[in-house]
């Protein structure tokens, strides 16, 4: 028995060259002609399917390493090579009932994840998460914030020394050692303080500058002091690189903590704390005032500048842009008097 000839496309396994041959079927063996004759030879029952069989363009695999591409399912068919029957697979991938009950799973699975299994790994990240990693990743963010919108301060070192010197004396009270205080200007961010893990606080010139006074800058570091303790903003970090950081936390890869710290800085430009997250702060901050000789007072009397400095849309920039409404801060401050 034998078959007209049937053009393909071969590959021999050698080289990426594509070769025209034609193909014929001489009883058991499968026969590739070229222009100058036979260039090959294979038994048929040795080739095997590489492609899903309703692949357009079949490809057979050969026992040599090579590859026959055909022009259609019904050139094989022809040369009596018969078609693997499809696996569960490839008809559940061409069902549109087993497609759309894919899509149903993978939407119920983000749902799932996101509403348990972010938040479950952003409390044991907050808990568990090695204090190596934590800093580290600090001190990514606060790089990434110098290049993208932080700028050098220009505030004097006598202006700059008091400030630091009470900070450490209130850290100590709170007992989060290490941690450390950093200036800069703000630029577009304006009067503004943030908490980074790692237990670094960023105070800006125009925050220093705008409440002018010990006291109310106090408040605020308090504040920010709150947010350290409870380890808010690296919860935030982890949530939005759950898997990521849990390799990081693993393997110690510092080239991982290096690429989540550089897609951070959004996240703590923007503050994105609940609006639990802020009250929590906030008292701690009521608590730990009166623990180093403030008062909640001090806090209600920052916020009060900072809305005075934003004229008739308090919450419209800095500070308070991200935070809880005013009033309501001032009203809590007052009653934990």
């Known amino acids: 028995m034998k078959t007209a000839p049937t053009p393909a496309t071969w590959f021999d396994g050698l080289s990426a060259e594509a070769q ?15 222009a100058e004759g036979e260039v090959a030879r294979y038994p048929a029952a040795a080739l095997a399917w590489a492609t899903p069989t309703g ?4 490809v057979l695999a050969l026992p040599d390493g090579g590859q026959l591409v055909l022009a259609g399912t019904g050139d094989a068919a022809a040369l009596g090579i018969a078609a693997v029957p499809a696996s569960i697979v490839e008809r559940a991938g061409r069902s549109r009932v087993a ?21 479950a790994f ?7 998460l090695p204090w190596r990693v934590e ?3 600090g001190l990514e963010v606060l790089r990434a914030l110098d290049r993208s919108t932080l700028r050098q301060t220009e505030l004097a070192e006598n202006v700059r020394r008091p400030i630091a010197r009470r900070f450490d004396a209130t850290a100590t009270v709170a007992g989060l050692r290490g941690a450390r205080l950093e200036f800069r200007g703000g630029g577009a961010l304006g009067a503004n303080a943030l908490a980074l893990p790692g237990r ?41 690189s759950a898997y990521a950081m849990l390799v990081a936390a693993v393997l110690n890869d510092h080239s991982i903590v290096s690429s989540i710290a550089s897609r951070a800085p959004p996240l703590v430009v923007q ?11 906030d008292a701690y901050a009521f608590d730990l005032l009166r623990r180093t000789g403030g008062t ?33 801060r001032i009203e809590a401050a007052r009653a934990a008097k």
């Open 20 to 34: 025209k041959v034609w193909l014929i079927l001489e009883g058991p063996d499968l026969v590739l002609q070229g």
């Open 55 to 58: 692949a357009p363009r079949p």
């Open 99 to 119: 497609a759309t009950g894919c899509l149903a799973g993978l939407v119920a699975m983000i749902v799932a994840a996101a509403i348990w299994l972010v938040p």
């Open 122 to 128: 952003e409390s044991l990240a907050k808990q568990h």
């Open 135 to 137: 800093a580290q990743l």
């Open 200 to 240: 670094i606080v960023v105070v800006t010139d125009e925050l220093v500058r705008l409440l002018a006074d010990d006291a109310m800058i106090d408040a605020v570091i308090a504040h920010e002091l709150g947010h350290l303790h409870h380890r808010h903003i690296l919860g935030r970090i982890v949530g939005e």
């Open 271 to 281: 503050a994105i704390h609940s609006r639990d997250d802020e009250r929590e702060s």
């Open 296 to 328: 909640p007072e001090d806090f209600a009397r920052a916020m009060q500048a900072l809305q005075r400095a934003h004229g008739s849309a308090p919450e419209s920039g800095g500070w308070l842009s991200t935070h809880p409404p005013t009033p309501e």
